[in-house]
């Protein structure tokens, strides 16, 4: 099962499958990392919050 380089959190094949590169299975961050998002090649600190 696909899991969150960033938290652990565990994530469907889906998702792994849209949000990774082809050659990655895991994805750097996931919806459970509230404070951090992808940027280019690496996974940053948001600026703004991305509360509901």
């Given at each position: 099962?696909?899991?969150?380089?960033?938290?652990?959190?565990?994530?469907?094949?889906?998702?792994?499958?849209?949000?990774?590169?082809?050659?990655?299975?895991e994805?750097?961050?996931?919806?459970e990392?509230?404070?951090?998002?992808?940027?280019?090649?690496?996974?940053?600190?948001?600026?703004?919050?991305?509360?509901n």
């Amino acid at each position: 099962m696909p899991e969150c380089q960033n938290c652990g959190a565990f994530v469907t094949a889906a998702y792994a499958r849209v949000f990774t590169p082809r050659d990655v299975d895991e994805p750097r961050v996931c919806p459970e990392c509230e404070d951090k998002i992808r940027d280019g090649s690496d996974v940053r600190k948001t600026r703004s919050p991305r509360g509901n």
